[in-house]
């Protein structure tokens, strides 16, 4: 939205050839709209106040606007103001990737079709897909539009128009730059140029797009506001999140066929690829705009047949979703990886980060329990269920020595163990990660079938060739994949494991620092981090963040293992102590399961979790863009793991944790189609449903108590 | 696909010049694949067997497929088959369009991908969406495929491959052409050409493909198939209609944001203009595929902005569908209109027919009745429905004199009168029609509002800003819409129907037998249609075909007026004497009609409408695309007039008349998420619903009885 002004024929005003003489930023979250407020001195002393408020609608997908509001404090003459569109945009947000093709764009054409209008057209270069831009810009005094002396500059990919007017001592005007933005995936369009310019054409006054785009926020925030009403830190960190998360993902995207970029929708870093981040991003949105997660799933879905084919290709069946992708969900991993640390390129064999598929199964088995979506699951979600599950036992083998079914040559979260070391063979044998949750998958899918109507039971078995031997296996598996154990009864990361190296992490820290990125280091050093004992992030224990204690339980037992409350102390524990937190994503992690053991360290790693984007505590990985898991794992943390939310037999659990920071807590909620809102007081659990003519109820438990509330009632559990 | 065979070097076998000796044209409605088998005698006398089979995917939106077997029979020798890819298609389908322009594609380029492998991509001139499609093409013998020689011919719009072999006498040999195609607008893809090309690469066989087509058809009838075990000709036709149906609206065309085309995916009447088909359309997919019909419903939706914009310039408030439209949901009705019977071009005011929105508004509610749909409700619906009970309310003025609300200036489904005879002024007064739906629309919209959930409501007014008064407004109009009648007690078409003159029908019907098209037979003949007492195809009458008798008892009783089973009966008696049914719509609306006072005419209506697009009884206009309202409505009627389907306070009821023809009648609904089948024996009803392990019920009623049948049930209702 370039925008720039002249006064009296100078140079356009930048903040280097001005003195400043008051400035603020101010970006205002709860409609994530950006104001600025400058007031400066040019070098001929006329001192000027610039205010600017842009924000992109909530309300209307097609539109952005920016005002301006001038005001010569001192002086009268001529004004230019110069409003441009620009295509020559490039991508070079990321340092590392600035030796990469950056200019994503060919230019097409650009257009006048309205004296306050310019237009624009460009295409990606390699995709195809058109990109169009409208501006209407005009000047407003007191009374109303002024009429300005237009000028034209046009490019192929570039246009501007220059607005000539008089400005007079202590006069204020205003510059409204309205601007509709189509592409030519966009539905109910004729061509994108020509709606973009038929829109903004139809397009009302800045004010009115305002009110409209506020309004839609408000509505998001009725949904999705967290209230913490007896810490303002936390509280403000929050919203800061749900700002970020809800821009990335809306009711707008839900219908665009996007995934969840890991880095937000501006960052550059990763490319735009889609990787395992919804994990933690969706359980927040499942209980507040559900829509939003099936249209993730959707995404997902679409991409089913590409998955298929990953799998048939490397030897397997079913689907196996990439680790990495893009446009059309091929695998679009790196196989090589720049250590800036070093300026090496080294091999990246990440891909082979196969728990990206259980991260599926586990978000549409979740989705479904919060929405009660069955025609998702019927429709979508078992098809998809079932080809993973059938994955994974395509991937697993039967080992007779054991009796026991094993999965090798697939890495966990964990990124620094790509392989044993001095092994040719990619990935490790048995992760217990992947192992566990793959047990619980065979047992969610061996009783899926059984969930279906009977004629779609039938159809999608056909269609997709599922045999009761297959179904077998798989209830089978659920009672027979071997997890490793330490002599100890630690949970082994890896079958192994206990052969590597211990790391000197205290001789680490105080050589480097920062040792987050561990693996970089070592690797700089001439060493394989492949040889210690050492975490990038949750692994193992990232099995205690996404089952209740109860579940693992079964989950274990019916592997023939013992699950006690030590195995879960001691696990922490050790990998607690070995973890270098190279990913954010583990302080979510940890502060999830520290919720189980200790609350003081779960609090602490919360608010590093919490402070990690608005600090850039990476050093400088913020401005590459957000970290969508983290920012959505602080709000899921809070009903997860703090107020200990579950679903089980169609019922929301709460076993809320004493809650010190959070004292007086009041969330909404969706659960299976009727909003409540559940407030957190000193021994009580108010939950209430807004009133709804539909005349729905849900069930609501708190320890043994279980209610059944319905739309307009209000009950108080005692804890 | 064009695939054209070449045998020793002579020229391309075509049917002109070669001797017929058998030919077999089959299609298979089961899967709507086209199979020919033909024996032919060349100029040297070689004879040659040939079959072909071909499809376009149920299972993948972007697959066909050809097929071809030949068999020299009584010679040897080389043989070349033709394979090509050609992007110069014309439209010409419809002889009185051929001087406009027909070409719709630009070339862009093409490619050899790999050496069985070409592919084009054309892009469309206005739009500017891509089309890409690739084409394997291989010849299999006994033995697995044949080692061919092949040559190349490209253009940027055009290419194709030979590929040479050779044949022995009594041999056999087929070739398999298989394409993919995909558009610009598709989702996860990266970019259509490069997918095309892909997903040919990792095409199977034929019978593969085949297969999973079949299966995807086989599933589909599941759902569709209406059982007549009494009447075979009857039964052929429905299954017929129902193929058609399902090809132009299945389940991939539900996510494409494509609406209705009045006249199926290929006919070029009406150059792919939705209109008010979807009146017709909607009802038999409510009940069988209901993502199809919601899918319909988010068309229009995402059109909601157009249709504001349509009223707001217009000079009118809420939403305005336009009678036509296409691609952005513009208005795109045609204002002159070619008579081929005078060559003239005469004016066309028929988008005067606001009717389209109220079809929009009852296809809403009905949808929504029949599945039970909270989400599209709440989401979507209740908007749309609110838009277009407020346009209807800023359309009707209040007329002090009469203590009633009139519409002026609008035409109703009858297109022969579209003004009155010497004015100037465009559309009628107070059509009864508009007046009755407008009465009806004004109720429900006035009680939607108490249906909605607290929050929901709340945003929903302040969103779209309505007010308290407006409701008011819309309970006043249902209590005091003006509806016009002739002295005898017949409903007026319009005000001041009474003052048209009769025309002489004998003498027209004598002079030109067919008089379907009588407004062009008077136009030619320099006459006004407006002059006279005729209509073109159900109007007022189509009243008793949407409406029950009881609910249009209640809706002309809460207007003040009294309503008999006199008033109906002389109403259509008058009318059908003066309705030319110059659209076969009015078959199926007057068999609906008729079905309530003499059933012998109903059917012989129901015969026509059903006969009507494989017997051409317009004299060609099924060559320019079939009939989808009619198709759908014969469909419909089976359920809406002959066992008399309506949902009341959320109980389906069957009302069945006598069942003649359809004795023995079976059926297949969806009721609110459950599957039913419905048998109609002698004197009983048995409804028995699906095994569902989601416990699922709904509610019938036949007469008096009314019965919950839960999943698994089957209950048997006395007549």
């Known amino acids: 939205l370039v925008l720039k002004l002249r006064i009296g024929g100078d140079e356009p005003i930048t903040l280097k050839n001005v003195e400043l003489l008051s400035y603020r930023h101010e970006v205002d979250f709860r409609n994530a709209t950006v104001i600025r407020r400058l007031r400066f001195r040019d070098r001929r002393g006329r001192e000027t106040t610039l205010s600017s408020k842009r924000f992109v609608s909530m309300a209307d997908m097609h539109q952005a606007a920016l005002k301006w509001t001038i005001t010569a404090e001192n002086w009268s003459g001529p004004v230019e103001v110069i409003s441009a569109l620009d295509a020559r945009v490039i991508n070079q947000g990321v340092a590392r990737y600035r030796e990469l093709e950056g200019r994503h764009l060919h230019p097409v054409e650009s257009r006048t079709p309205c004296p306050d209008t310019i237009s624009l057209i460009a295409q990606t270069r390699q995709s195809r897909i058109y990109v169009a831009e409208a501006v209407r810009t005009r000047v407003y005094g007191d009374t109303g539009e002024l009429d300005v002396r237009r000028g034209l500059y046009r490019m192929e990919d570039y246009a501007h128009q220059t607005l000539g007017f008089d400005l007079q001592q202590g006069q204020s005007i205003h510059v409204e730059k309205l601007v509709s933005f189509y592409t030519s995936h966009d539905q109910a369009i004729n061509e994108p140029l020509a709606n973009a310019e038929k829109a903004v054409g139809r397009f009302g006054t800045f004010d009115e797009a305002f009110d409209r785009h506020q309004h839609a926020w408000d509505e998001l925030w009725d949904d999705c506001d967290i209230l913490v009403p007896n810490d303002d830190r936390v509280q403000f960190l929050l919203r800061f999140h749900a700002s970020h998360v809800l821009q990335t993902c809306s009711p707008h995207t839900a219908d665009l066929d996007v995934g969840v970029p890991a880095r937000g929708l501006n960052g550059e870093a990763y490319r735009g690829h889609i990787f395992w981040d919804e994990l933690y991003v969706y359980p927040f949105l499942n209980f507040r705009l559900p829509k939003i997660t099936r249209g993730l799933l959707m995404y997902r879905y679409r991409r089913l047949d590409e998955a298929r084919t990953l ?236 089952f209740r204690q109860d579940e693992l339980k079964q989950i274990f037992e019916r592997l023939g293992y013992s699950y006690t409350p030590e195995i879960l102390r001691k696990t922490v524990a050790y990998y607690d102590a070995r973890t270098s937190h190279g990913s954010t994503l583990s302080f979510v992690a940890y502060a999830g399961i520290f919720s189980e053991t200790d609350l003081t360290t779960s609090w602490e790693r919360y608010m590093v979790a919490l402070e990690s984007d608005v600090g850039d505590v990476q050093g400088g990985t913020t401005a590459e863009g957000i970290h969508m898991g983290v920012m959505s794992g602080t709000l899921d943390l809070v009903q997860r793991s703090y107020v200990g939310e579950v679903i089980r037999d169609g019922v929301l659990y709460f076993n809320p944790k004493a809650m010190g920071h959070l004292r007086g807590l009041t969330f909404p909620m969706r659960f299976r189609g009727l909003l409540i809102k559940v407030t957190f007081e000193d021994g009580r659990v108010r939950v209430s449903a807004e009133v709804d003519s539909l005349n729905r109820s849900v069930k609501v438990g708190v320890g043994d108590q279980v209610r059944e509330i319905r739309s307009g009632e209000s009950y108080a559990f005692d804890l």
């Open 311 to 546: 799998a048939h290709e490397a030897g397997y069946r079913g689907a196996m979703y990439p680790w990495q992708s893009g446009s059309d969900g091929k695998e679009e991993t790196q196989i090589v990886h720049l250590n800036p640390r070093s300026g090496l390129w080294e091999p990246d064999l990440s891909q082979n980060q196969r728990h990206v598929s259980a991260a599926i199964f586990y978000n549409i088995w979740h989705y479904i329990q919060a929405t009660g979506d069955t025609d998702f699951l019927l429709g979508q979600g078992a098809e998809m269920m079932m080809e993973i599950a059938r994955f994974w036992s395509s991937l697993a083998h039967f080992n007779p020595q054991r009796d026991r079914y094993e999965i090798h040559g697939v890495m966990g979260p964990d990124e620094f163990h790509e392989k044993y070391p001095d092994s040719d063979e990619p990935g490790l044998h048995n992760n217990a990660y992947t192992n566990v949750m793959v047990a619980w998958i065979s047992d969610v899918a061996g009783k899926l079938l059984d969930m279906l109507p009977e004629r779609r039971r039938r159809s999608l078995c056909e269609r997709i060739d599922i045999s009761d031997q297959e179904v077998e296996t798989w209830k089978l598996m659920s009672h027979k994949m071997y997890v490793p154990f330490h002599a100890d009864g630690v949970i082994s990361q890896f079958e192994g494991w206990e052969n590597l190296e211990e790391l000197d992490w205290d001789a680490y820290r105080q050589e480097y620092g920062n040792i987050q990125r561990l693996d970089r280091i070592l690797r700089a050093e001439g060493k394989e981090p492949d040889r210690y004992k050492l975490s990038k992030q949750a692994d193992t224990v990232l099995l205690f963040y996404l």
